[in-house]
């Protein structure tokens, strides 16, 4: 089965820093990635996602690069921000509607 | 609109008890899933449903685990004769499923589930 392995489980940035969080995967017929945010005491939330078809998606100061040769992904916040601090979790699919498997978190604090 | 609700919110048990929990998706939503979330750790997958069926129960941890859904809606994820590692949080989460444009999955808020 699908294993997905995320680097690192903490980091901490100053504010107004980038935040780069890494994760590979073992299925190379995995094609969709969300990337899921969840606040303290909060559920997961989608930021952002990325399908194969697309090598780089951007959403305001959050960008996610696939590399499907090296089977990973990156998740990229820049001009970080207090509100950012969370726990990040990657994820990758066969698309449609199947199992999603997820990373195992990188704890994000944004130091004002 | 709503979103995906559980109940209960929390759940106290004796090892060895029965718990079931419940999940109400957002309406029209086809796809379910069961997480599980231990302390400061990430999602662990347990089944998903498409509908009714649930092509995928590959990460129900043992037989003691099931889960059912009706009616294309609401579930429920039983525990048989539940042991103190199934203490966690469990989280449903929906998504629009076949024919959606998007694959987002919408989280509960999760049942807490404590086992004495």
């Known amino acids: 089965g699908e294993n997905v392995e995320q680097h690192p489980s903490t980091l901490s940035v100053q504010e107004g820093d980038s935040a780069v969080i890494k994760c590979t995967y073992s299925?190379?017929?995995?094609?969709?990635f969300p990337w899921y945010k969840q606040e303290l005491g909060k559920r997961p939330q989608l930021i952002i996602d990325?399908?194969?078809?697309?090598g780089e998606k951007k959403d305001q100061r959050i960008a996610v690069t696939l590399n499907k040769t090296a089977k990973h992904f990156s998740l990229h916040i820049t001009e970080t921000q207090p509100e950012d601090s969370a726990v990040y979790f990657c994820?990758?699919?066969?698309?449609?509607?199947?199992?999603?498997?997820f990373g195992t978190g990188t704890k994000l604090q944004v130091i004002p | 609109g709503a979103g995906v609700s559980q109940s209960p919110s929390n759940k106290v048990t004796e090892k060895g008890k029965d718990v079931e929990l419940r999940c109400d998706p957002i309406s029209g939503h086809t796809a379910l899933y069961w997480y599980r979330q231990s302390l400061g750790q990430g999602l662990e997958f347990l089944i998903y449903f498409q509908g009714n069926s649930a092509p995928d129960k590959s990460g129900l941890p043992s037989d003691r685990f099931s889960a059912e859904r009706t009616g294309g809606s609401v579930s429920t994820l039983t525990i048989q004769r539940t042991q103190q590692e199934d203490s966690a949080v469990y989280l449903c989460?929906?998504?629009?499923?076949?024919?959606?444009?998007?694959?987002?999955?919408?989280f509960g808020p999760g049942t807490r589930l404590t086992v004495t």
């Open positions: 989460a929906s998504s629009l499923g076949i024919g959606g444009r998007s694959y987002e999955q919408y």
């Open positions: 299925d190379s017929a995995s094609n969709y």
């Open positions: 990325i399908r194969s078809n697309v």
């Open positions: 994820a990758a699919s066969l698309g449609g509607y199947q199992k999603v498997t």
